[in-house]
């Protein structure tokens, strides 16, 4: 079971989520609606997922390397832990690390549909 985060040129991460902590959805950007037809502005591909920090694979250095800078989203974001239509594209990344005795990682996602 993996996540896999790949950036540009050849950076990529895999990651192995904590069960249960997948999310995933559209979040379209639908507009119009009452006296206007509704028109779908944008088609999303959002989701989450969290991970252990611990020594091994992924570390923290590693999960920070995968945020994304200020700018368009440049990062792919597939693996078998996510339906293969709901892969995302051109993802912009973000990384929260928290916890007491044990670090957790949720890695937040908001991408699109492929072009």
């Known amino acids: 079971m993996s996540v896999i985060f790949t950036g540009p040129g050849s950076a990529s991460l895999t990651v192995t989520p904590l069960p249960g902590t997948v999310q995933y959805g559209d979040g379209h950007d639908d507009r119009g609606g009452g006296n206007v037809p509704n028109a779908?502005?944008?088609?999303?591909?959002n989701g989450s997922?969290?991970?252990?920090?611990?020594?091994?694979s992924p570390s923290e250095a590693e999960l920070l390397?995968?945020?994304?800078?200020?700018?368009?989203?440049?990062?792919?974001?597939?693996?078998?832990?996510?339906?293969?239509?709901?892969?995302?594209?051109?993802?912009?990344?973000?990384?929260?690390?928290?916890?007491?005795?044990?670090?957790?990682?949720?890695?937040?996602?908001?991408?699109?549909?492929?072009?």
Not at 40 to 45: E, F, L, N
Not at 84 to 108: K, N
């Open 65 to 115: 390397a995968c945020v994304s800078p200020i700018g368009e989203g440049d990062v792919d974001v597939t693996g078998t832990d996510i339906d293969s239509d709901m892969h995302s594209y051109d993802a912009l990344v973000d990384v929260e690390i928290g916890g007491d005795s044990v670090q957790i990682a949720t890695i937040s996602w908001k991408g699109t549909i492929s072009a």
């Open 49 to 56: 997922c969290q991970v252990l920090v611990d020594d091994s």
């Open 40 to 45: 779908r502005a944008g088609s999303a591909r």
